[in-house]
């Protein structure tokens, strides 16, 4: 197979996004915006999905919705610079906050997915408590951008117990999104050792984890897709990832 250049990846990300506008409908501006996912079921894969196929060439780049939306903004701009897609798995109360970044992040091509609402331990809540934190950060997503998202996350935790598990499907999410990468960049180590560690780990199908809100990854982020590039892996949504 040959190399993936970014090149390509951006003349990919320029047709989706041609497409999606084609296609599209109208953002509460006036102008065309690119149409909104809803969750897929794919019963072939189980409820909580660490990693995608090993078999072919594409990673997901996941990041949690929080934090500065100066920095979240300078992310999706240098991702896209490189023709890379993303995931975002945002918290309830950061769109509060920031209620057009919803519409930024989907207009870019990336994919926007639920982390609960207020970013707390959800697997030591009780079932009401942890329930109202994944349902009221879909409603949320809902009332921006027309669906709950692609995506459910649990927060403070890599995985979700069983209970969080039912509780997400109960609210419209099948599969709970896990990671096999943890780039640990919300230590904040410096911008060198969060990228030595995603390129360290990443492999065909990995899911990683990062986050807004953190200058390190900002500047991390150029080196990780310059080296997925030179590796010829081509950073994907989530929904990419498993489709």
């Not at 909104?36 to 919705?65: E, I, M, N, Y």
């Not at 989907?106 to 697997?123: A, E, F, Q, V």
């Not at 904040?188 to 390190?216: C, M, N, Q």
């Not at 990854?217 to 994907?236: I, N, S």
Request: charged fraction near 25%; aromatic fraction near 4%.
């Amino acid at each position: 197979m040959g190399r993936v250049t970014a090149t390509d990846r951006r003349a990919v990300l320029l047709a989706s996004a041609g497409l999606a506008l084609a296609a599209g409908c109208a953002s509460s501006s006036g102008a065309v915006a690119r149409p909104v996912r809803s969750p897929g079921r794919a019963p072939a894969l189980p409820a909580q999905l660490t990693h995608g196929p090993r078999d072919r060439p594409r990673v997901a780049l996941t990041f949690h919705g929080d934090g500065d939306p100066a920095t979240a903004r300078a992310l999706l701009t240098e991702a896209e610079k490189y023709g890379a897609r993303i995931t975002v798995l945002a918290v309830g109360t950061w769109l509060d906050a920031h209620p057009d970044l919803a519409r930024r992040i989907l207009d870019g091509g990336h994919d926007l997915g639920n982390h609960t609402l207020r970013h707390l331990d959800i697997n030591a809540m009780t079932e009401t408590e942890a329930r109202e934190e994944i349902t009221a950060c879909a409603e949320r997503l809902k009332r921006l951008t027309g669906s709950i998202g692609t995506w459910f996350r649990p927060s403070r935790a890599p995985v979700a117990t069983p209970l969080v598990t039912r509780l997400a499907r109960e609210a419209g999410y099948p599969h709970v999104l896990s990671y096999d990468v943890d780039s640990l960049d919300f230590t904040s180590p410096g911008a060198p050792v969060v990228a030595r560690k995603v390129l360290a780990e990443i492999r065909e199908g990995s899911v990683v984890s990062l986050h807004f809100g953190y200058a390190d990854t900002v500047a991390a982020l150029p080196v990780v897709l310059e080296e997925l590039d030179r590796r010829g892996l081509a950073a994907v949504t989530t929904t990419e990832l498993f489709s």
